[in-house]
T-cell receptor, first 112, second 116 residues
Framework: GESVGLHLPTLSVQEGDNSIINCAYS??????FIWYKQESGKGPQFIID?????DKRQGQRVTVLLNKTVKHLSLQIAATQPGDSAVYFC???????????FGSGTRLLVRP | SAVISQKPSRDICQRGTSLTIQCQVD?????MFWYRQQPGQSLTLIAT?????????ESGFVIDKFPISRPNLTFSTLTVSNMSPEDSSIYLC?????????????FGPGTRLTVL
């Protein structure tokens, strides 16, 4: 299928290793942050979210870390699998707004 | 979560023509959004479509170029008018629904448009 991440930074990891995808966000007033996964030929899919009053949240095989001091968000994927290969986007939002602001994205490639 | 479908899934069009993209949701939603994703780039919000009122456009997008309809709570269309090669993008429909902490946005599969 047509790729959406032709020019995006790429992270290549070995299957079974842990992956860390980073995102620098722009708005210090953002209250809510989300990670999306976009596979080739599909729309973005929700992975995990976190509020600004938290610094860590865990899901199934995924952990999101938030550092408001340096406006940095990271997504950690444990035991990365071939099905994790996709483009990952962070997004931010203020409570007062319905608008999601998307980051630039990172392509994750999982080597077998 | 909401199930969103879009038609067409992809199209190749000639410059100067227009294409209307349809978005259908399996449940009634208040807010529907249209995004553009240019090749190798992230998502940019075009406009918000609310039933019963005119769409709200983001900076850099105008109604003459991207007219939107929202006839009911499950359906919306986006038209890309007088197309040029710069309009080649993926166009994504999104709706707001409840999961996680807040109303999250669910996305359709996208419409891949190539303008020659």
């Amino acid at each position: 299928g047509e790729s959406v991440g032709l020019h995006l930074p790429t992270l290549s990891v070995q299957e079974g290793d842990n992956s860390i995808i980073n995102c620098a966000y722009s708005n210090s007033a953002s209250d809510y942050f989300i990670w999306y996964k976009q596979e080739s030929g599909k729309g973005p899919q929700f992975i995990i979210d976190i509020r600004s009053n938290m610094d860590k949240r865990q899901g199934q095989r995924v952990t999101v870390l938030l550092n408001k001091t340096v406006k940095h968000l990271s997504l950690q994927i444990a035991a990365t699998q071939p099905g994790d290969s996709a483009v990952y986007f962070c997004a931010e939002k203020e409570d007062s707004s319905y608008k999601l602001i998307f980051g630039s994205g990172t392509r994750l490639l999982v080597r077998p | 979560s909401a199930v969103i479908s879009q038609k067409p899934s992809r199209d190749i069009c000639q410059r100067g023509t227009s294409l209307t993209i349809q978005c259908q949701v399996d449940s009634q939603v208040t807010m529907m959004f249209w995004y553009r994703q240019q090749p190798g780039q992230s998502l940019t919000l075009i406009a918000t479509a609310n039933q019963g009122s005119e769409a709200t456009y983001e900076s850099g997008f105008v109604i003459d170029k991207f007219p939107i309809s929202r006839p009911n709570l499950t359906f919306s269309t986006l038209t890309v008018s007088n197309m040029s090669p710069e309009d080649s993008s993926i166009y994504l429909c999104s709706v707001s629904g409840r999961t996680g902490f807040y109303n999250e946005q669910f996305f359709g599969p996208g419409t891949r448009l190539t303008v020659l």
